[in-house]
Each structure stands twice: as C-alpha cells, then as structure tokens.
C-alpha cells in the first residue's frame, strides 16, 4: 500500500502562483508514475500532468508552458509549481501515484481556486 499527502493550494488572484506538494510513504518502492490530476465542480477528473521515475514528464494542453511538475525519487515526493494561473484551473487537485502493475494511488485532494 502506499500513501499520499498532499500540501499547498489554497487562494490566489488571477496570474498568481501557487505550488503544490505530494509525500509518498509506505511501499514507495512500487510506485512507477506520479502525478496530478484534478477535478473542478460538476466535471470529471482529468490529468493534469505526470512524471515518471526516469524523469519523463507530460502535460495538459491546457497547462502546458505554465505548470511545471518536479520528482525526487529520494524523497518519495512530487511537486506542482503552478503559474498564471487562470479562473478556470479551479479545481480540487488530487496526487496521484501509478504501481508497476497498473495499481493507482490517490491523495486526500487539495483545493486551489483561482479568482478573477
């Protein structure tokens, strides 16, 4: 089993910052793939960017150039340094953790709201 705790989020204006941050534990050995997802009211959840143990990251069209997503493998944890956020990158962000078998992980969600 593994385990996952997220940090960070919260409220910020339109064009703001925030960063989001995801601690594994447990049989950390098995993970394979972190990442983020998120899902905003009344919509279903969706990827927002993934990373894996090599260092190999891919992003939502829709956050590329203003998201960057960083691992230390180390440490067990991943990170989501997120910029310019928009209105619409409102959502409840949840961290994600994919087994070597296919299992999926997930985080307890972390809000982030992005006013105009």
């Known amino acids: 089993q593994v385990q996952l705790v997220e940090s960070g989020g919260g409220l910020v204006q339109a064009g703001g910052s925030l960063r989001l941050s995801c601690a594994a534990s447990g049989s950390v050995f098995i993970i394979s793939v972190m990442g983020w997802y998120r899902q905003a009211p009344g919509k279903q959840r969706e990827l927002v960017a993934r990373?894996?143990?090599?260092?190999?990251?891919n992003y939502a069209d829709s956050v590329k150039g203003r998201f960057t997503i960083s691992r230390d493998n180390a440490k067990n944890t991943v990170n989501l340094q997120m910029n310019s956020l928009k209105p619409e990158d409102t959502a409840v962000y949840y961290c994600n953790a994919e087994g070597k078998i296919g299992e999926n992980y997930w985080g307890q969600g972390a809000q982030v709201t992005v006013s105009s």
């Open positions: 990373i894996t143990r090599g260092g190999s990251s």
